[in-house]
């Protein structure tokens, strides 16, 4: 097969999820076009709609599909902080994404500070000295968040209670109804199912490189665990390209 053009049967598309397989069938005759989408994710398709979509041509294996390269820089100080307060380092990424868009100097309107946009009241209570040290800011930050967590014991009250405060929270006994909280605990979740999905390009936990295999028939497989299926019997005559 090296060479050959990667095909799928008419009108297919496929989007890339982290954990699924995808066998695409051995036809000729349709092109597969590898397309930017929204957050960083990464479309499969023979629908070319655009011109920055790029034909995916013999053996080239597609790309990782999310790779948020803003992150990389605070990968191990994020890591350090989740597993430090028992967060899950997902949650954490995906509160810094809608909190700074990973700007470790960021100040908000109303005084919020760094990569977890820390209030210098609550930079003092988790003990932050520097808000734009990012070590320090994603400790405190990390630190709070588990707090909450553990307070309410509900993610997405905790990320209300992040937004809008424990008080507002307790008064409306659940998510208070503000539309900049409503839509931010939202925002959250959207990008914590993100990153549980397609990781962060850099993570060795939970980054999802894109591997591609041809099986006996000529059918090419799309995977980020090719090992799992490789060590199984059934998947044992697969070879990389």
Known sequence: MRGSTVTLPAAAALLLAGTFLFPLPGR???TVYRCPGEDGVTI???LFDHAECKPVIGDEPPPRPSGD???QPYEVAIAKAADEYGVDRNLLRAVIKCESNFNHLAV????AQGLMQLMPETAR?????NPFDAGENLAGGARYLKYLLDKFGDTRLALAAYNAGEGAVRRHGGIPPYEETRNYVEAVQRQYDRYCTFGTGGDPITSADIESFIDRE???LFTNRPWKY????DWSHLEAP
Do not use: D
Request: hydrophobic fraction near 30%.
């Open 230 to 233: 490789r060590k199984a019997a």
């Open 108 to 111: 908000s309107r109303a005084g």
């Open 69 to 71: 390269a803003r992150s």
């Open 125 to 129: 209570l988790v003990k932050v000295n």
């Open 28 to 30: 000729s005759g349709t």
């Open 44 to 46: 499969y398709t023979n």
């Open 218 to 220: 000529g059918t090419r």
